[in-house]
């Protein structure tokens, strides 16, 4: 198997409920860290096999060190907010460092927390499918975040 949709991890939600670890979603760095359709993304592991490094995130990283390095992009502007009981987790378009970046053959992206450290580093907050084989070359990448998830992937 391999990428299929977008999910939140559920251990995470485990973990905020069960406030086994402490996340501040207005407040922590969250990355985007890029990978092949060699790994199957599973939203039910346990918590230390969401994190970045770590059980199908520990191999097949896409990146480009000049202009999207290994660990990913760090999101901006992250939004965490409740209305009309929707939770919409939210932040500024993702942009590749500069203009030619080269990113062959990705799927999707991991969502990570790289500000805790407890229960587990680099927590995993979703995962991202973005549609099928993608590919920059000599170019840039935007990942455009809507309320509802991945809405377009620019190359």
Known sequence: ??????KLFTATVTDL???TTAVDANADTFRVALFTNAITPDQTVASASTAFGAGVWAANEVFD?????TGGEALTAVTSTF???????DAANTVSTGTSATLVTFFGGLVYDDT??????NQGWAYLYF????????GTLTVIYSASGISTLTL
């Open 83 to 89: 209305a009309s009981n929707v939770y919409t987790f």
């Open 116 to 121: 805790i450290a407890a229960p587990v580093a």
């Open 65 to 69: 060190a000049a202009e999207w390095p």
């Open 17 to 19: 409920m069960n406030n």
């Open 1 to 6: 198997m391999a990428w299929t949709n977008s």
């Open 131 to 138: 549609g099928g084989t993608q590919t920059v070359t000599d």
